[in-house]
Structure formats: C-alpha cells, structure tokens
C-alpha cells in the first residue's frame, strides 16, 4: 500500500457498508464504528436507542493512487439511499442516516460537489438529504461487528440485506474489485 488516506462514511448498518469496501480494489482497511454524536465510547446498545446522536459508520483506510476519495462516495451513492432521512428500509433511526464526514477541505469539496453533479443529474427521483459534516472521534464498534458480513453470510438479516447491496456493487463495478490473492 501507498500513502493513506482516511474516508468515514455512514449510510445505515454499516455492515453493508464494510462488506461491500472490503471487497474495493486499493482500500487496505474497513472498521466499523460509530461517530456523529455526543457520548463517549458509546457500545452498540447505547447507539441502537439513537440517543447518543452517534451514526453506525466505516473508517475506511484507502491508497489515493489506487482508488480516489470520489470513487469512494461514488461507491457510497450506489450502494445505499441518500434521499430517506434517518433509514435505510427497515433501519430507522437518526443512527442510520446518511452521511460523509469529511478529514480534509478537497473531501469536504468533493463531497459537496458530487451531491450536487447527483442532484443536477436527477440522478434519484427524490431529494439528496446526506449530510455533509467534518469528522469527529470515531469509536470502533465491538470486535464481533468487524467483518461480519464475512463470517455469517447466512444470518438472516445478512443474507436478505448485505448480501443484495454486495452483489450490486459487485455487478455495478466489477473493473474495480479487490485482485484475490496469489
């Protein structure tokens, strides 16, 4: 790997998030966390009542060289809905809202300028309503969330919710998947 860059980005459970930037050429790694809100160290049950303001996010460590901060949140708006306030489908809840939090000015503007180039577009038949916000401390989440897609491919709600937005980016950008080892 290069040099490093950082991205975190929320868009409902961030098990799809992390499964589907696993799986992207030129990103080292993907922790699940929490950020956005006011508690310290918050645990999974805390951020599940949405009263800690904190959203379920990925840190995403990327090689800038490799794949750029822009097909990052290109990835990000195909993978999730950024017109439903507060869900994606039967996730409800300020947790599970739409957001990039930003480390740089350059992430802040391409943010901002992809959000508009989608609405200009008319890329989706509602409103954007992604959050644009500088980053704050980020929390990993509980050792059990950190690749759970991965390890329970069949669970329930992986199987019915992950597995689906997997496929898709899989599909959608086949020319930009992580090379299998070896």
Known sequence: MGRAEVATLAGGCFWCLEAVYRDLEGVDSV?????????????????????????????????????????????????????????????????????????TPEQERAARELIFELFDRHVFDAPIVTEVQPASVFYPAEDYHQGYFERNPRQPYCAAVVSPKVQKFRQKFLHRLRKPPG
Do not use: K, M
């Not at 996010?57 to 809905?81: C, G, K, N, T, W």
């Open 31 to 103: 922790v699940s966390g929490y950020t956005g809100g006011h508690a310290a160290s918050p645990s999974y049950e805390q951020v599940c009542t949405g009263t800690t303001g904190h959203a379920e996010a990925v840190q995403i460590r990327f090689d800038p060289d490799v794949v750029s901060y822009r097909e990052l949140l290109e990835v990000f708006f195909a993978i999730h809905d950024p017109t439903t306030l507060n869900r994606q489908g039967e996730d409800i809840g300020t947790q599970y809202r739409s957001v990039i939090f930003f480390h």
